[in-house]
Protein backbone atom coordinates (compact mmCIF):
# COMPACT_ATOMS: atom_id res chain seq x y z
CA UNK A 1 0.00 0.00 0.00
CA UNK A 2 3.15 2.33 0.72
CA UNK A 3 3.83 2.33 -2.85
CA UNK A 4 0.55 3.81 -4.04
CA UNK A 5 2.47 6.86 -3.38
CA UNK A 6 2.46 8.85 -6.92
CA UNK A 7 -0.18 7.60 -8.82
CA UNK A 8 -0.28 10.77 -11.16
CA UNK A 9 3.13 9.95 -12.61
CA UNK A 10 2.55 10.95 -15.96
CA UNK A 11 5.82 12.51 -15.55
CA UNK A 12 7.53 8.92 -16.56
CA UNK A 13 7.34 9.55 -20.16
CA UNK A 14 10.34 11.13 -19.40
CA UNK A 15 11.84 7.77 -18.89
CA UNK A 16 11.18 6.23 -21.91
CA UNK A 17 12.09 9.31 -24.77
CA UNK A 18 15.83 10.13 -24.15
CA UNK A 19 16.26 12.93 -22.08
CA UNK A 20 17.47 16.31 -23.65
CA UNK A 21 20.53 17.49 -22.22
CA UNK A 22 20.49 20.97 -20.22
CA UNK A 23 21.40 23.38 -22.63
CA UNK A 24 25.17 25.24 -21.24
CA UNK A 25 26.22 26.51 -24.81
CA UNK A 26 23.52 28.95 -25.70
CA UNK A 27 22.82 30.90 -22.51
CA UNK A 28 20.72 33.68 -22.35
CA UNK A 29 21.41 37.84 -22.23
CA UNK A 30 19.28 37.68 -18.42
CA UNK A 31 18.86 34.72 -16.32
CA UNK A 32 15.34 33.19 -17.24
CA UNK A 33 14.48 34.27 -13.16
CA UNK A 34 13.85 37.49 -14.10
CA UNK A 35 11.01 38.99 -16.22
CA UNK A 36 8.01 40.78 -16.83
CA UNK A 37 5.44 40.16 -13.74
CA UNK A 38 8.10 39.35 -11.38
CA UNK A 39 7.98 39.74 -7.79
CA UNK A 40 11.93 40.86 -6.29
CA UNK A 41 12.92 40.39 -3.17
CA UNK A 42 12.33 43.39 -1.01
CA UNK A 43 14.71 44.23 2.02
CA UNK A 44 17.69 42.55 0.68
CA UNK A 45 20.23 43.14 -1.94
CA UNK A 46 19.33 41.43 -5.21
CA UNK A 47 21.41 39.72 -7.67
CA UNK A 48 20.29 39.67 -11.28
CA UNK A 49 22.68 38.18 -13.63
CA UNK A 50 22.69 36.49 -17.65
CA UNK A 51 25.33 36.02 -19.92
CA UNK A 52 27.01 38.23 -22.89
CA UNK A 53 30.48 38.49 -24.18
CA UNK A 54 33.15 38.02 -22.03
CA UNK A 55 35.02 40.90 -21.11
CA UNK A 56 31.61 42.93 -22.24
CA UNK A 57 30.06 45.60 -20.06
CA UNK A 58 26.10 45.66 -18.64
CA UNK A 59 23.94 48.16 -16.82
CA UNK A 60 21.41 47.21 -14.71
CA UNK A 61 18.35 49.82 -13.81
CA UNK A 62 15.61 49.60 -11.70
CA UNK A 63 13.98 52.16 -9.95
CA UNK A 64 16.31 54.97 -10.49
CA UNK A 65 19.31 52.94 -9.10
CA UNK A 66 22.12 51.62 -11.49
CA UNK A 67 24.52 49.24 -11.15
CA UNK A 68 27.20 47.78 -14.05
CA UNK A 69 29.18 44.85 -14.15
CA UNK A 70 32.15 43.34 -16.82
CA UNK A 71 31.09 39.93 -17.50
CA UNK A 72 34.07 37.42 -17.23
CA UNK A 73 35.51 34.72 -19.11
CA UNK A 74 32.61 32.18 -19.29
CA UNK A 75 30.42 35.24 -19.93
CA UNK A 76 28.36 35.34 -17.08
CA UNK A 77 27.68 38.81 -15.38
CA UNK A 78 25.92 40.10 -12.71
CA UNK A 79 25.13 42.73 -10.31
CA UNK A 80 23.65 43.65 -6.59
CA UNK A 81 21.33 46.03 -6.20
CA UNK A 82 18.87 46.73 -3.14
CA UNK A 83 15.14 47.54 -4.45
CA UNK A 84 13.47 50.10 -3.31
CA UNK A 85 10.36 49.99 -0.13
CA UNK A 86 7.82 50.35 -3.41
CA UNK A 87 4.16 49.34 -3.74
CA UNK A 88 4.01 50.06 -7.39
CA UNK A 89 4.81 48.35 -10.09
CA UNK A 90 8.67 48.87 -11.45
CA UNK A 91 10.33 48.49 -14.61
CA UNK A 92 14.27 46.60 -14.51
CA UNK A 93 16.29 47.78 -17.99
CA UNK A 94 19.02 45.69 -18.73
CA UNK A 95 21.80 46.82 -21.43
CA UNK A 96 24.60 45.60 -22.98
CA UNK A 97 24.91 43.25 -26.25
CA UNK A 98 21.10 44.02 -26.29
CA UNK A 99 18.93 45.71 -24.25
CA UNK A 100 16.08 43.48 -22.67
CA UNK A 101 13.22 45.77 -20.65
CA UNK A 102 11.15 43.96 -17.76
CA UNK A 103 8.03 45.63 -16.66
CA UNK A 104 4.69 45.50 -14.05
CA UNK A 105 7.47 44.40 -10.99
CA UNK A 106 6.69 44.49 -7.48
CA UNK A 107 8.64 44.51 -4.30
CA UNK A 108 7.84 41.54 -2.02
CA UNK A 109 8.49 38.34 -0.80
CA UNK A 110 9.40 34.84 -2.64
CA UNK A 111 9.12 31.82 -1.64
CA UNK A 112 10.67 28.67 -3.13
CA UNK A 113 8.14 25.93 -3.21
CA UNK A 114 10.11 22.85 -2.62
CA UNK A 115 9.18 18.64 -2.70
CA UNK A 116 7.52 15.47 -4.38
CA UNK A 117 3.75 15.77 -5.08
CA UNK A 118 1.98 17.10 -2.83
CA UNK A 119 3.69 19.84 -3.09
CA UNK A 120 3.65 19.73 -6.84
CA UNK A 121 -0.50 19.13 -6.41
CA UNK A 122 -2.68 21.81 -8.51
CA UNK A 123 -5.32 24.12 -6.88
CA UNK A 124 -7.78 22.26 -9.13
CA UNK A 125 -7.85 19.19 -7.81
CA UNK A 126 -7.94 20.76 -4.29
CA UNK A 127 -11.18 20.29 -2.42
CA UNK A 128 -13.41 23.11 -3.92
CA UNK A 129 -10.68 23.32 -6.83
CA UNK A 130 -13.23 24.63 -9.36
CA UNK A 131 -14.83 27.51 -6.95
CA UNK A 132 -11.05 28.03 -6.04
CA UNK A 133 -9.71 29.03 -9.54
CA UNK A 134 -12.82 31.19 -10.45
CA UNK A 135 -11.58 33.32 -6.91
CA UNK A 136 -8.51 33.30 -8.22
CA UNK A 137 -7.87 37.21 -8.93
CA UNK A 138 -4.70 38.01 -7.17
CA UNK A 139 -2.95 40.86 -8.73
CA UNK A 140 -0.07 40.63 -6.36
CA UNK A 141 0.73 37.41 -6.08
CA UNK A 142 3.09 36.29 -8.80
CA UNK A 143 3.61 32.50 -9.98
CA UNK A 144 6.85 30.89 -11.71
CA UNK A 145 6.96 27.34 -12.78
CA UNK A 146 10.48 25.97 -12.71
CA UNK A 147 10.08 23.48 -15.68
CA UNK A 148 11.46 19.82 -14.57
CA UNK A 149 14.94 19.03 -15.95
CA UNK A 150 17.13 16.34 -13.72
CA UNK A 151 21.43 16.99 -14.43
CA UNK A 152 24.17 15.71 -13.70
CA UNK A 153 26.32 18.37 -13.00
CA UNK A 154 24.67 22.13 -11.79
CA UNK A 155 22.88 23.56 -14.80
CA UNK A 156 23.19 27.56 -15.88
CA UNK A 157 19.68 27.96 -16.55
CA UNK A 158 15.99 26.55 -16.04
CA UNK A 159 12.90 27.05 -18.10
CA UNK A 160 10.06 29.22 -16.61
CA UNK A 161 8.45 32.55 -16.66
CA UNK A 162 6.84 34.87 -14.33
CA UNK A 163 2.83 35.32 -14.63
CA UNK A 164 0.20 37.25 -12.63
CA UNK A 165 -2.20 35.14 -10.47
CA UNK A 166 -5.48 35.08 -12.35
CA UNK A 167 -8.27 31.91 -13.01
CA UNK A 168 -6.30 31.20 -16.42
CA UNK A 169 -2.56 31.37 -15.09
CA UNK A 170 -3.06 29.30 -12.10
CA UNK A 171 -3.70 26.23 -14.69
CA UNK A 172 -0.69 26.93 -16.72
CA UNK A 173 2.34 24.93 -16.35
CA UNK A 174 0.76 21.94 -14.05
CA UNK A 175 -1.10 24.61 -12.02
CA UNK A 176 -0.11 26.30 -9.08
CA UNK A 177 0.59 24.65 -6.28
CA UNK A 178 -2.36 24.84 -3.45
CA UNK A 179 -0.14 24.48 -0.95
CA UNK A 180 1.94 27.17 -1.91
CA UNK A 181 -1.23 29.64 -3.01
CA UNK A 182 -3.46 28.84 0.25
CA UNK A 183 0.30 30.28 1.77
CA UNK A 184 0.42 33.13 0.03
CA UNK A 185 -2.97 33.72 -0.22
CA UNK A 186 -3.13 33.90 4.00
CA UNK A 187 -0.30 36.19 4.06
CA UNK A 188 -1.59 38.61 1.93
CA UNK A 189 -4.51 38.84 3.80
CA UNK A 190 -2.58 39.69 6.65
CA UNK A 191 0.51 41.73 5.54
CA UNK A 192 -0.70 42.91 2.24
CA UNK A 193 2.94 41.95 1.14
CA UNK A 194 2.88 41.50 -2.64
CA UNK A 195 4.18 37.58 -2.76
CA UNK A 196 6.12 35.35 -5.61
CA UNK A 197 5.77 31.52 -5.50
CA UNK A 198 8.14 29.63 -7.35
CA UNK A 199 7.29 26.26 -7.62
CA UNK A 200 10.52 24.05 -7.71
CA UNK A 201 9.44 20.32 -7.29
CA UNK A 202 8.49 16.79 -8.40
CA UNK A 203 6.26 13.98 -7.72
CA UNK A 204 7.85 10.62 -6.45
CA UNK A 205 11.18 11.99 -5.50
CA UNK A 206 13.51 11.82 -2.79
CA UNK A 207 15.45 14.47 -0.49
CA UNK A 208 18.75 12.99 -1.42
CA UNK A 209 17.87 14.05 -5.51
CA UNK A 210 17.45 17.37 -3.80
CA UNK A 211 20.54 17.93 -2.45
CA UNK A 212 24.12 18.46 -3.96
CA UNK A 213 26.75 16.22 -4.03
CA UNK A 214 28.96 18.53 -1.59
CA UNK A 215 26.42 18.47 0.56
CA UNK A 216 25.54 14.48 0.87
CA UNK A 217 29.16 13.53 0.56
CA UNK A 218 29.93 13.74 4.39
CA UNK A 219 26.49 11.58 4.97
CA UNK A 220 28.77 8.89 3.28
CA UNK A 221 25.33 7.15 2.56
CA UNK A 222 25.59 8.06 -1.42
CA UNK A 223 28.63 7.26 -2.36
CA UNK A 224 28.01 4.31 -4.35
CA UNK A 225 24.91 6.02 -6.26
CA UNK A 226 26.81 9.49 -6.66
CA UNK A 227 30.05 7.60 -8.03
CA UNK A 228 27.06 6.32 -10.71
CA UNK A 229 26.06 9.54 -11.54
CA UNK A 230 29.66 10.43 -11.97
CA UNK A 231 30.22 7.74 -14.12
CA UNK A 232 27.29 8.69 -16.61
CA UNK A 233 28.45 12.30 -16.30
CA UNK A 234 32.08 11.70 -17.90
CA UNK A 235 30.34 9.29 -20.25
CA UNK A 236 28.01 12.08 -21.45
CA UNK A 237 24.78 9.85 -20.81
CA UNK A 238 21.74 11.99 -21.42
CA UNK A 239 20.57 12.96 -18.08
CA UNK A 240 17.48 10.89 -16.83
CA UNK A 241 18.06 11.16 -13.30
CA UNK A 242 17.37 7.69 -12.93
CA UNK A 243 19.55 4.35 -13.33
CA UNK A 244 17.20 2.19 -15.02
CA UNK A 245 16.69 4.51 -17.90
CA UNK A 246 20.44 3.72 -18.21
CA UNK A 247 20.17 0.13 -17.88
CA UNK A 248 18.04 0.25 -20.37
CA UNK A 249 20.24 1.88 -23.06
CA UNK A 250 22.91 -0.40 -21.50
CA UNK A 251 21.80 -4.15 -22.40
CA UNK A 252 17.90 -3.94 -23.28
CA UNK A 253 17.81 -4.95 -27.33
CA UNK A 254 14.40 -4.43 -27.99
CA UNK A 255 14.82 -0.67 -27.16
CA UNK A 256 16.80 0.01 -30.31
CA UNK A 257 15.38 2.33 -32.31
CA UNK A 258 11.91 0.96 -30.80
CA UNK A 259 12.54 -2.35 -32.79
CA UNK A 260 10.11 -4.39 -30.78
CA UNK A 261 7.27 -2.10 -30.92
CA UNK A 262 6.87 -1.15 -34.30
CA UNK A 263 3.44 -1.79 -35.33
CA UNK A 264 4.87 -4.11 -38.86
CA UNK A 265 7.75 -6.04 -36.74
CA UNK A 266 8.16 -9.52 -38.28
CA UNK A 267 7.40 -12.00 -35.05
CA UNK A 268 8.30 -15.24 -36.36
CA UNK A 269 11.11 -15.43 -33.81
CA UNK A 270 8.68 -15.23 -31.14
CA UNK A 271 7.14 -17.45 -28.94
CA UNK A 272 3.60 -17.46 -28.43
CA UNK A 273 2.60 -17.45 -24.31
CA UNK A 274 0.16 -16.73 -22.48
CA UNK A 275 -0.83 -13.34 -20.23
CA UNK A 276 -1.03 -13.37 -17.36
CA UNK A 277 1.95 -15.49 -17.37
CA UNK A 278 4.28 -15.50 -20.04
CA UNK A 279 7.35 -15.90 -18.62
CA UNK A 280 8.04 -19.55 -17.86
CA UNK A 281 7.15 -20.02 -21.75
CA UNK A 282 10.37 -17.82 -22.34
CA UNK A 283 12.45 -19.57 -20.01
CA UNK A 284 12.82 -17.17 -17.55
CA UNK A 285 10.10 -17.93 -14.52
CA UNK A 286 12.79 -18.18 -11.56
CA UNK A 287 14.85 -15.29 -12.74
CA UNK A 288 15.34 -11.79 -13.01
CA UNK A 289 14.35 -11.08 -16.40
CA UNK A 290 13.15 -8.12 -19.24
CA UNK A 291 11.25 -9.41 -21.74
CA UNK A 292 8.46 -7.88 -24.41
CA UNK A 293 5.21 -9.24 -24.77
CA UNK A 294 3.14 -8.02 -28.16
CA UNK A 295 -0.63 -8.94 -28.65
CA UNK A 296 -2.90 -7.61 -31.67
CA UNK A 297 -6.56 -6.79 -31.36
CA UNK A 298 -8.79 -5.67 -33.78
CA UNK A 299 -10.85 -2.03 -33.20
CA UNK A 300 -14.03 -0.75 -34.84
CA UNK A 301 -14.11 1.34 -37.77
CA UNK A 302 -15.58 3.49 -36.63
CA UNK A 303 -13.65 4.67 -33.24
CA UNK A 304 -16.08 5.28 -30.48
CA UNK A 305 -15.74 8.97 -29.53
CA UNK A 306 -13.96 9.48 -26.02
CA UNK A 307 -10.72 8.72 -24.34
CA UNK A 308 -9.92 5.15 -24.20
CA UNK A 309 -7.85 3.50 -21.44
CA UNK A 310 -5.38 0.29 -21.20
CA UNK A 311 -5.51 -1.78 -17.92
CA UNK A 312 -2.90 -4.31 -17.02
CA UNK A 313 -3.25 -5.07 -13.83
CA UNK A 314 -0.58 -5.13 -10.93
CA UNK A 315 2.59 -5.53 -12.47
CA UNK A 316 6.08 -6.79 -10.85
CA UNK A 317 8.66 -4.97 -11.04
CA UNK A 318 8.20 -2.48 -14.32
CA UNK A 319 6.14 -1.95 -17.40
CA UNK A 320 6.60 0.31 -20.32
CA UNK A 321 3.38 0.21 -22.52
CA UNK A 322 3.40 1.44 -26.20
CA UNK A 323 0.44 0.86 -28.46
CA UNK A 324 1.47 0.67 -32.29
CA UNK A 325 4.91 2.11 -31.12
CA UNK A 326 3.48 4.68 -29.32
CA UNK A 327 4.69 5.55 -25.87
CA UNK A 328 1.36 5.03 -23.80
CA UNK A 329 2.63 4.72 -20.07
CA UNK A 330 4.95 3.35 -17.62
CA UNK A 331 5.31 2.84 -13.86
CA UNK A 332 7.60 1.13 -11.57
CA UNK A 333 4.83 1.46 -8.47
CA UNK A 334 4.81 -2.38 -7.88
CA UNK A 335 1.23 -2.16 -5.83
CA UNK A 336 -0.42 0.19 -8.23
CA UNK A 337 -2.81 -1.40 -10.87
CA UNK A 338 -1.63 -0.02 -14.79
CA UNK A 339 -4.47 2.29 -15.81
CA UNK A 340 -3.15 4.15 -18.85
CA UNK A 341 -4.83 6.84 -20.58
CA UNK A 342 -4.01 6.43 -24.04
CA UNK A 343 -3.38 9.50 -26.03
CA UNK A 344 -5.30 11.06 -29.50
CA UNK A 345 -4.40 9.44 -32.57
CA UNK A 346 -2.64 6.53 -31.00
CA UNK A 347 -5.64 3.92 -31.97
CA UNK A 348 -6.73 3.20 -34.98
CA UNK A 349 -9.88 0.94 -36.69
CA UNK A 350 -8.94 -1.89 -37.64
CA UNK A 351 -5.29 -3.95 -36.67
CA UNK A 352 -3.41 -2.54 -32.99
CA UNK A 353 -0.27 -3.77 -31.72
CA UNK A 354 -0.21 -3.34 -27.80
CA UNK A 355 3.45 -4.13 -26.93
CA UNK A 356 4.55 -4.15 -22.91
CA UNK A 357 8.09 -4.61 -21.44
CA UNK A 358 7.67 -6.21 -18.44
CA UNK A 359 11.32 -5.99 -15.97
CA UNK A 360 10.54 -8.62 -13.52
CA UNK A 361 12.67 -9.22 -10.56
CA UNK A 362 10.89 -11.82 -8.22
CA UNK A 363 10.20 -15.47 -9.50
CA UNK A 364 6.91 -14.36 -8.97
CA UNK A 365 6.73 -11.67 -10.52
CA UNK A 366 5.32 -9.91 -13.97
CA UNK A 367 1.72 -9.93 -14.34
CA UNK A 368 0.07 -10.30 -11.35
CA UNK A 369 -3.99 -9.58 -11.41
CA UNK A 370 -6.72 -11.22 -12.75
CA UNK A 371 -6.80 -11.91 -16.34
CA UNK A 372 -10.84 -9.94 -16.20
CA UNK A 373 -8.34 -6.82 -15.51
CA UNK A 374 -6.08 -7.11 -18.46
CA UNK A 375 -8.63 -4.74 -20.93
CA UNK A 376 -8.29 -2.03 -23.40
CA UNK A 377 -11.37 -0.07 -22.78
CA UNK A 378 -12.94 2.39 -25.60
CA UNK A 379 -14.17 5.83 -25.45
CA UNK A 380 -17.76 4.37 -25.50
CA UNK A 381 -16.66 1.82 -22.76
CA UNK A 382 -16.54 -1.10 -24.93
CA UNK A 383 -14.26 -3.55 -23.58
CA UNK A 384 -11.21 -5.43 -25.29
CA UNK A 385 -10.21 -7.99 -23.23
CA UNK A 386 -6.25 -8.56 -23.35
CA UNK A 387 -5.68 -11.76 -21.57
CA UNK A 388 -4.55 -15.18 -23.26
CA UNK A 389 -2.50 -15.44 -26.08
CA UNK A 390 0.18 -13.10 -26.74
CA UNK A 391 3.87 -13.30 -28.39
CA UNK A 392 6.81 -13.00 -26.28
CA UNK A 393 10.38 -12.38 -26.40
CA UNK A 394 13.20 -12.68 -23.93
CA UNK A 395 15.59 -9.38 -24.24
CA UNK A 396 17.98 -9.69 -21.14
CA UNK A 397 18.28 -12.94 -18.96
CA UNK A 398 19.15 -10.53 -15.76
CA UNK A 399 20.26 -13.83 -13.14
CA UNK A 400 23.69 -12.71 -11.03
CA UNK A 401 26.38 -12.03 -12.41
CA UNK A 402 24.33 -9.97 -14.77
CA UNK A 403 24.35 -6.22 -13.04
CA UNK A 404 21.03 -5.00 -11.94
CA UNK A 405 20.35 -1.31 -12.29
CA UNK A 406 20.79 0.59 -8.84
CA UNK A 407 17.14 1.15 -8.79
CA UNK A 408 13.93 0.37 -10.52
CA UNK A 409 12.26 3.67 -10.41
CA UNK A 410 11.56 5.49 -13.77
CA UNK A 411 11.32 9.02 -12.61
CA UNK A 412 14.52 11.03 -10.84
CA UNK A 413 16.08 9.65 -7.82
CA UNK A 414 19.42 9.79 -8.12
CA UNK A 415 21.34 11.60 -5.42
CA UNK A 416 21.93 15.33 -6.73
CA UNK A 417 20.45 15.41 -9.83
CA UNK A 418 17.71 17.46 -9.31
CA UNK A 419 19.52 19.83 -7.16
CA UNK A 420 21.95 20.53 -10.10
CA UNK A 421 18.94 20.69 -12.45
CA UNK A 422 16.28 22.58 -10.90
CA UNK A 423 18.03 23.71 -7.41
CA UNK A 424 21.55 25.38 -8.52
CA UNK A 425 20.17 27.34 -11.72
CA UNK A 426 17.97 29.24 -9.99
CA UNK A 427 20.08 30.88 -7.02
CA UNK A 428 21.46 33.25 -6.53
CA UNK A 429 17.60 34.49 -6.75
CA UNK A 430 17.00 36.78 -3.44
CA UNK A 431 14.11 34.98 -1.35
CA UNK A 432 12.56 34.96 1.59
CA UNK A 433 12.78 31.37 2.42
CA UNK A 434 11.35 28.10 1.16
CA UNK A 435 8.40 25.69 1.86
CA UNK A 436 8.99 21.90 2.05
CA UNK A 437 6.68 19.05 1.12
CA UNK A 438 8.36 15.71 1.19
CA UNK A 439 8.75 12.91 3.27
CA UNK A 440 7.33 10.18 1.18
CA UNK A 441 9.61 9.04 -0.72
CA UNK A 442 11.79 8.62 2.44
CA UNK A 443 10.05 6.56 4.46
CA UNK A 444 11.82 3.31 4.48
CA UNK A 445 14.66 5.35 5.49
CA UNK A 446 13.33 7.67 8.53
CA UNK A 447 16.39 7.28 10.95
CA UNK A 448 18.88 8.54 7.88
CA UNK A 449 16.09 11.48 6.96
CA UNK A 450 17.38 13.10 10.48
CA UNK A 451 20.48 13.69 9.17
CA UNK A 452 19.37 14.36 5.32
CA UNK A 453 16.54 17.10 5.58
CA UNK A 454 19.13 19.28 7.81
CA UNK A 455 22.08 18.62 5.59
CA UNK A 456 19.48 19.54 2.52
CA UNK A 457 18.82 22.80 4.31
CA UNK A 458 22.09 23.54 5.18
CA UNK A 459 22.95 23.21 1.68
CA UNK A 460 20.44 25.24 -0.14
CA UNK A 461 21.18 27.65 2.39
CA UNK A 462 24.85 28.11 1.21
CA UNK A 463 23.70 28.11 -1.89
CA UNK A 464 21.44 30.91 -2.07
CA UNK A 465 24.31 33.02 0.11
CA UNK A 466 21.58 34.64 2.14
CA UNK A 467 21.82 33.13 5.85
CA UNK A 468 19.28 30.71 7.95
CA UNK A 469 16.60 32.13 5.54
CA UNK A 470 13.01 30.48 6.87
CA UNK A 471 12.28 26.93 6.11
CA UNK A 472 8.93 25.58 6.66
CA UNK A 473 8.49 21.76 6.49
CA UNK A 474 5.18 19.97 6.18
CA UNK A 475 4.67 17.08 7.94
CA UNK A 476 3.27 13.88 6.74
CA UNK A 477 -0.10 13.77 6.14
CA UNK A 478 -2.32 10.76 7.57
CA UNK A 479 -2.69 7.63 4.83
CA UNK A 480 -3.21 4.15 4.73
CA UNK A 481 -5.66 2.00 6.93
CA UNK A 482 -5.47 2.52 10.54
CA UNK A 483 -3.73 -0.17 12.43
CA UNK A 484 -5.69 -1.55 15.34
CA UNK A 485 -2.97 -2.86 17.67
CA UNK A 486 -0.06 -0.18 18.52
CA UNK A 487 3.85 -0.34 17.38
CA UNK A 488 5.94 0.64 15.78
CA UNK A 489 5.52 2.66 12.42
CA UNK A 490 8.02 4.01 9.70
CA UNK A 491 5.48 6.82 8.89
CA UNK A 492 5.63 7.97 12.36
CA UNK A 493 9.15 7.48 12.11
CA UNK A 494 9.41 10.15 9.10
CA UNK A 495 7.04 12.28 10.91
CA UNK A 496 9.65 12.20 14.03
CA UNK A 497 12.19 13.06 11.89
CA UNK A 498 10.51 16.47 10.26
CA UNK A 499 9.61 17.37 13.79
CA UNK A 500 12.89 16.95 14.93
CA UNK A 501 14.61 18.88 11.96
CA UNK A 502 12.08 21.76 12.71
CA UNK A 503 13.16 21.62 16.35
CA UNK A 504 17.04 21.70 15.41
CA UNK A 505 17.61 23.48 12.57
CA UNK A 506 17.75 27.66 13.04
CA UNK A 507 14.97 29.46 11.42
CA UNK A 508 12.76 26.68 10.77
CA UNK A 509 8.96 25.10 11.52
CA UNK A 510 6.71 22.75 10.95
CA UNK A 511 3.00 22.40 9.92
CA UNK A 512 1.10 19.34 11.24
CA UNK A 513 -1.12 17.76 8.17
CA UNK A 514 -1.68 14.93 10.68
CA UNK A 515 -6.23 15.53 10.51
CA UNK A 516 -6.30 16.12 6.65
CA UNK A 517 -5.00 12.99 5.29
CA UNK A 518 -6.48 10.09 3.40
CA UNK A 519 -6.39 6.56 4.08
CA UNK A 520 -6.82 5.20 0.26
CA UNK A 521 -4.55 8.60 -1.08
CA UNK A 522 -1.77 9.95 -0.30
CA UNK A 523 -2.44 13.01 -2.54
CA UNK A 524 -5.45 14.93 0.05
CA UNK A 525 -7.40 17.28 -1.09
CA UNK A 526 -7.41 19.21 1.77
CA UNK A 527 -4.30 21.34 0.76
CA UNK A 528 -5.91 24.81 2.36
CA UNK A 529 -5.59 23.53 6.05
CA UNK A 530 -2.00 22.96 5.06
CA UNK A 531 -1.47 25.68 3.32
CA UNK A 532 -2.60 28.45 6.27
CA UNK A 533 -0.52 26.38 8.39
CA UNK A 534 2.73 26.74 6.77
CA UNK A 535 1.30 30.99 6.63
CA UNK A 536 0.98 30.85 10.41
CA UNK A 537 4.64 29.49 11.06
CA UNK A 538 5.84 32.89 8.70
CA UNK A 539 3.85 35.25 10.22
CA UNK A 540 4.94 34.53 13.30
CA UNK A 541 8.45 33.87 13.13
CA UNK A 542 9.19 35.55 9.74
CA UNK A 543 7.03 38.48 10.08
CA UNK A 544 6.71 38.85 13.92
CA UNK A 545 3.03 38.85 14.41
CA UNK A 546 1.70 37.83 17.53
CA UNK A 547 -0.86 34.61 16.00
CA UNK A 548 -0.42 30.65 17.55
CA UNK A 549 1.45 28.42 14.89
CA UNK A 550 2.21 25.24 16.14
CA UNK A 551 -0.16 22.41 17.62
CA UNK A 552 0.78 21.34 21.08
CA UNK A 553 4.10 19.70 21.64
CA UNK A 554 5.39 17.45 24.12
CA UNK A 555 7.98 19.14 26.51
CA UNK A 556 8.54 16.57 29.24
CA UNK A 557 7.08 13.20 30.94
CA UNK A 558 6.28 12.95 34.52
CA UNK A 559 5.97 9.30 36.27
CA UNK A 560 2.80 9.25 38.49
CA UNK A 561 1.48 6.08 40.38
CA UNK A 562 0.38 3.90 37.61
CA UNK A 563 0.25 6.58 34.91
CA UNK A 564 2.17 8.94 32.66
CA UNK A 565 1.54 12.89 32.85
CA UNK A 566 2.65 14.47 29.42
CA UNK A 567 3.30 17.73 29.37
CA UNK A 568 2.89 19.96 26.41
CA UNK A 569 3.76 23.31 25.07
CA UNK A 570 2.22 25.83 22.85
CA UNK A 571 -1.80 25.47 24.41
CA UNK A 572 -2.66 28.39 22.96
CA UNK A 573 -6.33 28.08 24.39
CA UNK A 574 -5.78 24.90 25.84
CA UNK A 575 -5.79 21.35 25.45
CA UNK A 576 -8.90 20.25 23.40
CA UNK A 577 -10.20 17.44 22.21
CA UNK A 578 -11.99 17.49 18.39
CA UNK A 579 -13.53 14.48 18.06
CA UNK A 580 -15.89 11.80 20.08
CA UNK A 581 -12.85 10.49 22.16
CA UNK A 582 -9.17 11.71 22.98
CA UNK A 583 -6.78 9.77 20.95
CA UNK A 584 -4.63 7.95 20.00
CA UNK A 585 -2.22 6.74 22.45
CA UNK A 586 -0.27 3.74 23.63
CA UNK A 587 1.53 2.88 26.64
CA UNK A 588 4.17 0.11 27.29
CA UNK A 589 6.05 -1.25 30.27
CA UNK A 590 9.78 -2.14 30.53
CA UNK A 591 8.92 -5.36 28.02
CA UNK A 592 8.28 -2.39 25.73
CA UNK A 593 4.91 -4.33 24.93
CA UNK A 594 2.56 -1.25 23.55
CA UNK A 595 -1.16 -1.28 24.85
CA UNK A 596 -3.69 1.85 24.13
CA UNK A 597 -4.20 3.63 26.66
CA UNK A 598 -6.78 5.69 27.94
CA UNK A 599 -6.06 9.67 28.35
CA UNK A 600 -7.52 12.43 30.15
CA UNK A 601 -6.76 16.29 29.73
CA UNK A 602 -5.90 17.97 33.24
CA UNK A 603 -5.18 21.47 32.14
CA UNK A 604 -2.01 21.33 29.80
CA UNK A 605 -1.61 18.23 30.26
CA UNK A 606 -2.23 14.47 29.70
CA UNK A 607 -2.58 11.27 32.20
CA UNK A 608 -2.26 8.38 29.93
CA UNK A 609 -2.60 5.28 32.33
CA UNK A 610 -4.11 0.80 31.15
CA UNK A 611 -5.06 -1.81 33.30
CA UNK A 612 -2.84 -4.18 31.04
CA UNK A 613 0.17 -1.45 32.05
CA UNK A 614 0.85 -1.52 36.08
CA UNK A 615 4.13 0.80 35.63
CA UNK A 616 4.28 2.91 32.31
CA UNK A 617 7.78 3.93 31.37
CA UNK A 618 7.09 5.16 27.89
CA UNK A 619 4.19 6.89 25.68
CA UNK A 620 3.16 7.56 22.30
CA UNK A 621 0.49 9.67 20.65
CA UNK A 622 -0.23 9.38 16.74
CA UNK A 623 2.40 6.75 16.21
CA UNK A 624 1.43 5.36 13.00
CA UNK A 625 0.52 5.86 9.05
CA UNK A 626 -2.95 6.95 9.71
CA UNK A 627 -3.46 7.44 13.88
CA UNK A 628 -6.68 8.60 15.48
CA UNK A 629 -5.23 12.06 16.46
CA UNK A 630 -7.54 14.19 18.54
CA UNK A 631 -5.48 16.13 20.47
CA UNK A 632 -5.64 19.99 19.45
CA UNK A 633 -5.29 23.31 21.26
CA UNK A 634 -7.82 25.94 21.47
CA UNK A 635 -5.76 27.68 18.04
CA UNK A 636 -7.82 24.72 16.42
CA UNK A 637 -4.11 23.20 16.04
CA UNK A 638 -3.00 19.63 15.94
CA UNK A 639 -0.62 18.00 18.19
CA UNK A 640 2.65 16.90 16.92
CA UNK A 641 2.61 13.11 16.91
CA UNK A 642 5.62 12.00 19.59
CA UNK A 643 7.02 9.11 21.59
CA UNK A 644 9.13 9.40 25.13
CA UNK A 645 11.31 6.20 24.35
CA UNK A 646 13.89 6.23 21.46
Not at 131 to 155: D, G, M, S, W
Not at 351 to 361: I, L, Y
Not at 485 to 490: L, V, Y
Not at 605 to 622: D, E, F, G, M, Q
Request: overall charge neutral.
Amino acid sequence: MRHKLIVSLVLTCLVLNAAHAVNQTAQPFVSPMFGDNMVIQRGKTNTIWGWTKAGENVRVELAGQTATATAGTDGRWSVHLLPPASSHSLTLRVAGSQTVVFTNILVGDVWLCGGQSNMEFPLSRARNGDAEIKAANHPNLRLFTVKQQPAYAPASTVQGAWSVCTPQTVTENGGVSAIGYFFARKIQSETNIPIGLIKDCWGGTPAESWTSAEGLRPLKDFNTPLAEVDRLRERGAPPYGNYISHWYDEFDAGQKDNAWAAPDLDEHDWKTVTIPGGFSELGVSEMPALCYFRKTVTLPDPLPAGSAKIFLGVIERMDTTQINGRWTGASAWVENPRAYSIGDGILKPGTNVVTVRVFKTKPDGGFKSDPKQLKLVLGDKTEIPLAGEWKGKLSVDARPPHPLPLGFENWPTMPSVLYDGMIAPVAPLAISGALWYQGEANTDRAKQYRTLLPAMIADWRKTFGQGDFPFYIVSLAAFMQHRDAPGDDAWAELREAQAFTARTVTNSGLALAIDVGNANDIHPVDKKEVGERLALCALANHHGIKVPFAGPTFDHVEKIPGALKLHFKNTDGGLVVKGDKLGEFAIAGEDHKWCWADAKIEGDTVIVSSRKVLSPKAARYAWQANPVATLFNGAGLPAVPFRTDE
